[in-house]
């Protein structure tokens, strides 16, 4: 299988550690939705990225469908918990958390491309809010623990490491670190991971 994606795309960092933790045989093909010749568009109506294209052709998008499909092929780690329904809950939420973190960051993000007059005050004020209450309540749940969710890694621990280096990226001045420091030393040992590691450097 493949993955089209791009590298400054949290969505796409997701996926592809979800690939990289269960050992996937996979190819990521680097495939900005924008840039000229793009594929994605070919495969993917919504021309946005993750899309995962399987062997037989068939494409799947967007990222919460494509972790769940790559989690259930093989149990080596189960990282979104099969069977129990509150448990399983529990890190779709943590997923929808950090998703949310992200698509808040990409509309601040987009929204400062646009020139200094005609961007919102208003619309980068809910999203930056709704990123900071997202953050504190991240903050919160974690509560010291080493894991989002039960003893061990799961999707909830990959989709808000994805979210947190989305904001180093592109919203470096948040300092979330000082800010959360819960969040900070939770992220340390997940950001030594080597599946993290070989997202940050390729
Ligand atoms: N909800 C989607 C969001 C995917 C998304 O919006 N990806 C962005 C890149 S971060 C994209 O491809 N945007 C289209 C574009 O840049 O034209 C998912 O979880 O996969």
């Known amino acids: 299988m ?3 994606g791009s590298d400054t795309s949290p969505y796409t960092r997701k996926a592809r550690l979800v690939l990289l933790e269960k050992g996937l045989t996979h190819q990521y093909l680097i495939t900005p939705p924008r840039e000229p010749g793009s594929p994605v568009a070919q495969h993917n109506p919504l021309g946005r990225v993750p899309t995962l294209l399987l062997d037989d052709g068939t494409a799947v998008y967007d990222s919460p469908v494509i972790c769940e ?3 259930g092929l093989n ?3 189960v990282l979104i918990p ?3 329904p509150v448990a399983r809950m529990r890190v779709r939420r943590w997923e929808a ?7 808040s960051a990409v509309v601040i993000r987009l929204e400062g491309l646009r020139p200094p007059e005609k961007q919102e005050a208003a619309t980068l004020t809910l999203h930056g809010n709704a990123i900071t ?15 989002c969710e039960g003893s061990a890694l799961t999707l909830a621990d990959l989709a808000l490491v994805s979210a947190l280096l989305y904001l180093d990226l592109r919203q470096a001045e948040r300092g ?3 800010g959360y420091p819960g969040l900070a030393a939770w992220s340390a040992p997940v950001l030594a991971r080597q599946s ?5 450097t390729p």
Not at 97 to 103: E, K, V
Not at 196 to 200: C, E, M, N, S, Y
């Open 2 to 4: 493949k993955l089209l």
């Open 69 to 71: 499909y790559l989690d």
């Open 75 to 77: 149990d080596r780690p």
């Open 82 to 84: 099969r069977g129990d």
């Open 97 to 103: 958390l950090a998703d949310g973190i992200m698509d």
């Open 133 to 147: 209450r997202a953050l504190a309540l991240a903050e919160r749940e974690l509560g010291g623990r080493a894991w």
């Open 176 to 178: 979330w670190r000082a």
């Open 196 to 200: 993290v590691r070989a997202t940050v």
